[in-house]
């Protein structure tokens, strides 16, 4: 799941050497963070929050499918 949020975060930023990605699991789930360059936070985020919304939709289908609660965050 990480090499999979990795890769298509990767191909939306301007600076794909700046993604880090990380897992954490967790009793109630795992959280999935999401770490990009400054100038990218915006193109993750995307207007009015629709790309990070689809992000997470994703990431959640993908848990759902393993049998997990998955949350994705964008740390800055």
Known sequence: MKEFV?????NLVDVPDAVD???VDQ???TRIEVKVSAQDV???VGR?????KA??????????RIG?????????
Do not use: D, P, W
């Not at 009015?48 to 990070?52: E, H, I, K, S």
């Not at 992000?55 to 759902?64: H, P, Q």
């Open 48 to 52: 009015q929050g629709r790309t990070v």
């Open 6 to 10: 990795a890769y298509l975060i990767k």
């Open 55 to 64: 992000l997470r939709t994703i990431a959640m289908t993908v848990g759902a």
């Open 42 to 44: 915006g193109k993750v």
């Open 21 to 23: 990605v990380n897992l």
């Open 68 to 76: 997990r609660r998955v949350r994705l965050e964008v740390i800055q």
């Open 27 to 29: 009793e109630e789930g």
